[in-house]
């Protein structure tokens, strides 16, 4: 350990320092997206946020541990960044040790950490240290200025052939949107991240819809069966200060797979986001969801730099 490193809890001066760090292994993180994250989160989902500084004052390195509503019962998410000029040193290390040891007070069973996939040396610092790699996840993203449905026109046909329909929530009553929400923690557990988990809570799901703050019930696709009966979703959001659009989950109910719906759905939410003048859509998969990627790949998305989830068992 470096005795001139000083490891101090992170102030909001420090957002710029602390997202030039999550930026290093996350592209796109700013100081103005982690207040605004802040903002909207309860300030106890973040129990731990550190910056290893040297004597100059320049952040070496930062370690944050959250809550965090897709990590397994009882995981808590970590992160521990060290910039490049000062790596091999012994700052990984400290910031690691100190996460652990909050962890462990925090009564956590493990920890899940993400990794760039092109990024082994990283990878196996973790391995080292007892993280095991759980899943693998890429973003891939859909040039919304060059997207022509054209070619999906047989895909809404079956769609009409079965009588489904698509439609959005915009000026839904109170109880439609309750509805939803079930709707969705339903349909959480039931994709490949969450599976084997309890039901989320219906707060939780609220937040991931942004119910309290900027909900956009228009930009919520439902398939819906010739009795009325709801099918699957597909939600559209879009992130303050970023020029894109994120197509959250997509969902088809069990006993409506295999119908070819998935499709149509994204092909909603793509109508949505280029009437909202969004030039991209991203999305995030599970390198284990076949139909899903299947779908993306016809849709015409990209595969970007992915991700391994590791787990380390406290
Ligand atoms: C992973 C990461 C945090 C490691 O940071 P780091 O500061 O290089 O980590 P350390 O210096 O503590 O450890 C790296 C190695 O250097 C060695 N080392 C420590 N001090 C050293 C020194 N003075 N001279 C030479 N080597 C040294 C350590 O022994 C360690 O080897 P080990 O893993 O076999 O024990 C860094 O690569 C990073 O920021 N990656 C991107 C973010 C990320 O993926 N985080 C999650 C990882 S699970």
Known sequence: MNPDW?????????????????ALSRPGVTAEGIQATDARRDPAHTLRRRLLANAAGEAVGASQLQTFA????????????????FRRQGAGEQLWADAVQAGREAQASGLTLDVA??????????????AVVKVHRFASELDLTAFDAAPFEASLAWAAAQEVTFTDLEGAGDDDIERFVNFVADRLTETPDLRGHPRWSLAEVRRLLRLNASPRPDWWVLAVGPQGEWLGTSILESFQRQNFGYNTLTAVVPEARGRGLALPLKLQVIA????????????????GNAPMLAVNQRLGYQSRTGRFEVHVTL
């Open 272 to 287: 949505q986001a280029q009437a909202a003048g969004l030039p991209l859509l991203r999305t995030n998969n599970h390198s």
């Open 70 to 85: 897709f990590a397994p019962p009882g995981f808590l998410q970590a992160q521990v960044v060290v910039d490049p000029r």
């Open 117 to 130: 996939d092109d990024d082994p040396g990283s990878l196996a610092w973790g391995t080292r240290r007892g």
């Open 6 to 22: 000083t490891l101090r809890p992170v102030t909001p001066d420090d957002f710029p320092a602390l997202a030039a760090l999550w």
